[in-house]
């Protein structure tokens, strides 16, 4: 028989390691999201854990309950990423803590439930022609980094080179200067996007969260940075939720620089699959990401009412007030909107 509960202090070890092992599992999978999202904005989590009797885990479903003032509730699995949704061995099991979910939001007064996952690639025949257009970007590793240079097309081997010549300089690190300075970048191109911005607290629970399995990489032009990531890591997985960089540098290429850097990292610390994120299939990211190596994986975001019932999305309107809504952001200071961005982005939860 199947237990299905929430789960407490000492269920963490056993999380993660199923995390670890399971096939589509990310790294915001883990616990260390969790501590980051309860810490970094003091959103209540509700992560469930499916159980054999004997006390082998079969099932996973993190989420986190996202409860804006004066608007609807909603249980997230998961915010701030791109996947973050059931983990099972089998069908049976994942329905079981869909079920869950579903009947927690019922009693609660929760309006949706939001399950994120994504469709393997495998399945994937033909991108391009995919009716689903949201995408995550993923990379197969050789076995260590000059292999990896040295497969790329030459064309993006003199962009990393440019670089370099433009006298760009990279370093990585996860101690809180590196932070800052992620930061320093960070605030400015969500500005200049028409997005508010993740609060500096947020990164630094991330940071602390993860440990050691959490790395960023800053670059420099005559010492100002000019460019920053950050890549987490489950196991021979590695993610990078956010990169950004001061276009007013874009002329001397430190994207390149920046994703060399972070490749390299990751591929001689033995990772096997590389995450780029997030992108729209044939838009300008899917490019970019594309000239690395990644290919598509489907993302799968399923949304459901209290009764179980998947809801179909209706962008018409979201899409006119998101509009509106950068289109002013962006004509604010990079300090107001790094004032007020947090208290607005913590209920965001793309």
């Given at each position: 028989m199947?237990?299905i509960k929430l789960i407490?202090?000492e269920?963490f070890?056993?999380?993660?390691?199923?995390?670890?092992?399971?096939?589509s599992?990310s790294?915001?999978?883990?616990i260390?999201?969790m501590?980051a999202?309860e810490n970094?904005?003091?959103h209540k989590?509700?992560?469930w854990?499916?159980?054999?009797?004997?006390?082998?885990?079969?099932?996973?479903?993190?989420?986190?309950?996202?409860?804006?003032?004066?608007?609807?509730?909603s249980l997230c699995a998961?915010?701030?990423c791109?996947?973050?949704g059931?983990?099972?061995d089998?069908?049976d099991?994942?329905t079981?803590l869909l079920?869950?979910a579903?009947?927690?939001?019922?009693?609660?007064?929760?309006?949706?439930?939001?399950?994120?996952?994504?469709?393997?690639?495998?399945?994937?025949?033909?991108?391009?022609?995919?009716?689903?257009?949201?995408?995550?970007?993923l990379?197969?590793?050789p076995?260590?980094?000059?292999?990896?240079?040295s497969?790329?097309k030459s064309?993006?081997?003199?962009q990393?080179?440019?670089?370099e010549?433009?006298?760009l300089?990279?370093?990585?690190?996860?101690s809180?200067?590196f932070v800052?300075?992620?930061?320093?970048?960070?605030?400015r191109?969500m500005?200049d996007l028409?997005?508010p911005?993740?609060s500096?607290?947020?990164f630094?629970h991330?940071?602390?969260s993860y440990?050691?399995?959490?790395?960023?990489?800053?670059?420099?032009?005559e010492?100002?940075?000019?460019?920053?990531?950050i890549?987490?890591?489950?196991g021979s997985k590695?993610s990078?939720?956010?990169a950004s960089?001061n276009?007013?540098?874009?002329?001397?290429?430190?994207?390149?620089l920046?994703?060399w850097?972070?490749?390299?990292?990751?591929?001689d610390?033995?990772c096997?699959?590389?995450?780029?994120g997030r992108?729209t299939?044939?838009e300008g990211?899917?490019k970019?990401?594309?000239?690395?190596g990644a290919?598509p994986?489907?993302l799968?975001?399923?949304?459901?009412?209290s009764?179980?019932?998947?809801?179909?999305?209706?962008?018409?309107?979201?899409?006119?007030?998101?509009?509106?809504?950068?289109?002013?952001?962006?004509?604010?200071?990079?300090?107001i909107s790094?004032?007020?961005?947090?208290?607005?982005?913590?209920?965001?939860s793309?």
């Amino acid at each position: 028989m199947t237990v299905i509960k929430l789960i407490h202090s000492e269920d963490f070890s056993a999380w993660d390691e199923y995390v670890k092992r399971h096939i589509s599992a990310s790294t915001y999978h883990r616990i260390a999201w969790m501590q980051a999202v309860e810490n970094g904005y003091k959103h209540k989590c509700f992560y469930w854990i499916a159980k054999q009797e004997e006390g082998s885990v079969v099932g996973i479903l993190p989420t986190v309950l996202i409860a804006p003032p004066f608007s609807k509730r909603s249980l997230c699995a998961l915010p701030f990423c791109d996947v973050g949704g059931i983990l099972a061995d089998n069908d049976d099991i994942h329905t079981a803590l869909l079920n869950k979910a579903v009947q927690f939001c019922k009693e609660h007064n929760i309006s949706v439930f939001d399950n994120r996952s994504s469709v393997k690639r495998e399945t994937l025949l033909d991108a391009e022609n995919f009716p689903v257009t949201k995408v995550r970007m993923l990379m197969d590793l050789p076995e260590n980094s000059d292999d990896l240079f040295s497969g790329f097309k030459s064309k993006l081997r003199s962009q990393i080179r440019k670089a370099e010549k433009n006298g760009l300089t990279a370093k990585t690190g996860n101690s809180s200067n590196f932070v800052g300075e992620f930061y320093q970048v960070f605030t400015r191109n969500m500005r200049d996007l028409g997005s508010p911005v993740h609060s500096k607290n947020w990164f630094e629970h991330i940071m602390s969260s993860y440990g050691e399995d959490a790395i960023i990489a800053t670059v420099y032009a005559e010492n100002k940075v000019v460019g920053a990531g950050i890549v987490l890591f489950n196991g021979s997985k590695a993610s990078i939720p956010w990169a950004s960089t001061n276009s007013d540098f874009n002329h001397l290429a430190p994207n390149m620089l920046l994703y060399w850097t972070l490749l390299k990292y990751v591929n001689d610390r033995g990772c096997k699959e590389f995450d780029f994120g997030r992108s729209t299939l044939g838009e300008g990211t899917f490019k970019f990401k594309s000239q690395w190596g990644a290919k598509p994986e489907l993302l799968n975001w399923q949304k459901y009412d209290s009764a179980g019932q998947l809801l179909a999305e209706s962008a018409g309107e979201a899409s006119k007030l998101r509009s509106f809504v950068e289109q002013t952001w962006r004509k604010l200071p990079v300090n107001i909107s790094e004032y007020i961005g947090p208290k607005i982005r913590k209920y965001i939860s793309l």
